[in-house]
């Protein structure tokens, strides 16, 4: 009995002994291993001061026919790093026995926030990965820049100038009264839904050769992880990527405002303005490019606005939404909407009423003038008005001599000559190529010479030259759009 029961004993010691060597991973160790990397530098091109990067990642492959273990992942400098790490998922900076699948990745993430009134302008450490007999990195490299730093702010009569760029987070509002001028060459980053609300006069002076330039702060690129299904590589920059920040609020306490040679763009509305208060325009711009917005470039309602030379285009709704009747005036403006998502709505809307709880509200549209324009886009028809001018109320809108894209089959009259003169319709415009927003004209565009001189001479001093600071006037007739063809 005593040694049966001993057979029992080393059965059982040795059924564990095989178990626990069965459970017992074997790990590749032929040699010294190494590891490869998708990336052997990740590089944050700007960061701005006391602002977070964003994300990148890299992916950290195991070539070999059995899992590897990495002993150690972690930043050189430790906690005194400015990067952040997240490790397949999980959050920190220091990582120890790391197992990566035969023929399998595992993802680092990356961010990184400096602060250049402490730190350096540039930032670097690496990713140190050390396995049995071998040591590995991935270099880490981030420009910092400085700027004027507005964070919920209210601010009161002052100057922007170029020294350095101004970023706006979780919005600035420029006080009632008050005067904001923003001089050539002044770039202004927001931050994610922050919003630039004017409740005095805004005057932006850019130039041809400085224009202002106001934008969201996420420049350094961004990543998908989508790439690695594609094999491509979607680290490109934010240009054209809309909805980052609130745009510009010219609200209906502001009056005045002048715009001249700006970019605005990456908004969800690039400009609203709201309810005129007196006899001048609320906004006069001039030379201006608006694009890549989520919602509209220009949101209006009740208001006044004149407009020259001017680039609207990209937007998810509208480029151009004149609601609830007002003043307005463009002249060679160039209006274009090949929005990549799903877009029901036109370039161009007009109304003049809101409706809500059933109850509809009418206003006067005194004027709504489009003169030597492109009103085109990807949508059977592109601009729509939607009014009341019944019991004296005043509807009163003019596309005059203007390219514009309407579906024959709408219900739209063209031939009613106090809404339509001298339009050419459906005829394509032929930018050079809208794919990558270059809106100048081919050579063989149906809008060279085809512009009308005497709308272009009603203001020779705005609309001589056009939107590249190219004459109008030298050769036989205007071209119709903001561009002359060169």
């Known amino acids: 009995m005593k040694s049966k029961h001993n057979f029992y004993i080393v059965f059982f010691i040795l059924s564990f002994v095989v178990i626990l060597s069965c459970n017992k991973t074997n790990y590749y160790k032929d040699g010294k291993i190494i590891l490869q990397f998708s990336k052997d530098t990740i590089l944050f091109d700007t960061v701005f001061s006391g602002i977070g990067s964003a994300v990148r990642y890299f992916k950290v492959k195991n070539s070999y026919n059995l899992p590897v273990n990495i002993s150690e992942i972690q930043l050189e400098k430790g906690n005194q790093s400015k990067f952040k790490l997240n490790i397949n998922g999980t959050p920190g900076n220091y990582a120890q026995d790391v197992e990566i699948g035969a023929k399998d990745s595992l993802y680092i993430f990356v961010n990184v926030t400096i602060n250049t009134n402490n730190d350096d302008i540039l930032e670097t450490d690496r990713i ?141 509305i690039g400009i609203q303005v709201d309810s005129v208060r007196n006899s001048n325009p609320q906004l006069s711009i001039h030379n201006s490019i608006i694009e890549h917005h989520s919602y509209a470039g220009i949101l209006a309602q009740v208001s006044d606005i004149f407009a020259t030379n001017c680039l609207i285009s990209d937007c998810g709704y509208y480029n151009i939404a004149l609601t609830r009747g007002g003043n307005y005036n463009f002249y060679h403006c160039t209006i274009d909407n090949y929005w990549k998502g799903i877009r029901n709505t036109p370039a161009v809307f007009i109304n003049n009423y809101y409706s809500a709880n059933g109850i509809t509200y009418v206003y006067d549209l005194k004027n709504a003038y489009f003169g030597n324009c492109i009103i085109w886009g990807n949508k059977e028809t592109e601009s729509v008005a939607d009014g009341y001018s019944d019991q004296g109320i005043l509807f009163n809108y003019k596309f005059d001599n203007c390219i514009l894209k309407i579906d024959p089959k709408s219900n739209i009259n063209t031939n009613d000559p106090a809404h339509y003169k001298n339009i050419i319709l459906n005829n394509n415009p032929l930018f050079k190529n809208y794919f990558e927003y270059d809106f100048m004209l081919k050579e063989n565009s149906p809008a060279i010479n085809k512009g009308n001189i005497q709308i272009t001479n009603m203001f020779p001093s705005l609309l001589n030259f056009d939107l590249n600071n190219i004459s109008r006037i030298n050769d036989a007739a205007p071209d119709i759009g903001c561009y002359e063809f060169q």
């Open 128 to 268: 140190i990965f050390k396995t049995e007999k071998n040591e590995q990195a991935v270099n880490l490299e981030a420009f910092g820049q400085d700027v004027h730093f507005f964070q919920d702010s209210v601010i009161q009569s002052q100057t922007w100038t170029n020294d350095k760029p101004y970023l706006i987070y979780n919005s600035v509002a420029l006080d009632k009264n008050q005067h904001l001028t923003i001089e050539a060459g002044t770039h202004i980053y927001s931050h994610r839904t922050s919003r630039i609300m004017i409740l005095g006069t805004l005057t932006v002076n850019g130039t041809f050769d400085n224009p202002v330039i106001f934008e969201a702060d996420r420049l350094n690129g961004h990543s998908s992880i989508f790439d690695d299904i594609f094999d491509t590589d979607s680290t490109d920059n934010y240009y054209d990527v809309a909805g980052q920040w609130g745009g510009i609020w010219l609200t209906k306490l502001s009056s005045d405002n002048e715009i001249n040679y700006a970019l605005i763009k990456n908004a969800d």
